[in-house]
């Protein structure tokens, strides 16, 4: 069930609350509807981290713990999904997202070197920018919605396959 496999792999209520980045939350962080794990808030969660991993600003993790809030996701992971982007993956993902970006304004690509600084991220905005802006929010918006609807399919055929083999036990022990 992906209730037990999501679970193995989020940190502990507690752990995330004392979080320092996500004290500027303050007591909105204590609403039961954030932790809780069911298919809505799971689904919702992780079209939402998916959505932000294509972004490409420093602060992925604070627009998605924000926008969960509202939308009752669950935080812990819409959070975690957020680091489907980590230093291994960006250049791959953000360079996909200027190509699609490329493609659909027209543009034609400019070379340019990954660098990880502020300074380079300013002096390249004029340049790649808008073609990165557009295919990230395309990308996000596209994997937002695929992860959504992903994950609700595979909850729901997850909870019938359980309820079949409940029903074939229970049919077997009867049978018995």
């Given at each position: 069930?992906?209730?037990?496999?999501?679970?193995?792999?989020?940190?502990?209520h507690?752990?995330?609350?004392?979080?320092?980045?996500?004290?500027m939350?303050?007591?909105?962080?204590?609403?039961?509807?954030?932790?809780?794990?069911?298919?809505?808030?799971?689904?919702?969660?992780?079209?939402?981290?998916?959505?932000?991993?294509f972004?490409?600003?420093?602060?992925?993790?604070?627009?998605?713990?924000a926008?969960?809030?509202?939308i009752?996701?669950?935080?812990?992971?819409?959070?975690?999904?957020?680091w489907?982007?980590?230093?291994?993956?960006?250049?791959?993902?953000?360079?996909?997202?200027?190509?699609?970006?490329?493609?659909?304004?027209?543009?034609?690509?400019?070379?340019?070197?990954?660098?990880?600084?502020?300074e380079?991220?300013?002096q390249?905005?004029?340049?790649?920018g808008p073609?990165?802006?557009?295919?990230?929010?395309?990308?996000?918006?596209?994997?937002?919605?695929?992860?959504?609807f992903?994950?609700?399919w595979?909850?729901?055929?997850?909870?019938?396959?359980s309820?079949?083999?409940?029903?074939q036990?229970?049919?077997?022990?009867?049978n018995?």
């Amino acid at each position: 069930m992906p209730r037990k496999f999501i679970q193995r792999f989020l940190p502990d209520h507690q752990t995330i609350k004392n979080q320092r980045a996500l004290m500027m939350f303050g007591s909105i962080l204590h609403e039961p509807n954030l932790w809780h794990l069911n298919r809505r808030s799971a689904s919702r969660a992780f079209g939402l981290g998916l959505f932000f991993a294509f972004w490409p600003v420093p602060f992925q993790m604070w627009l998605s713990a924000a926008t969960a809030i509202p939308i009752r996701a669950n935080l812990p992971l819409s959070v975690a999904t957020v680091w489907i982007t980590n230093p291994f993956t960006m250049p791959p993902i953000f360079y996909g997202a200027y190509k699609v970006g490329t493609t659909v304004l027209g543009a034609r690509e400019q070379k340019f070197d990954i660098q990880f600084s502020l300074e380079w991220l300013m002096q390249s905005l004029g340049t790649i920018g808008p073609a990165l802006l557009v295919g990230s929010l395309i990308c996000g918006t596209f994997f937002g919605v695929l992860g959504y609807f992903g994950l609700n399919w595979l909850w729901r055929f997850s909870v019938q396959k359980s309820w079949e083999a409940r029903k074939q036990r229970r049919l077997a022990r009867e049978n018995a």
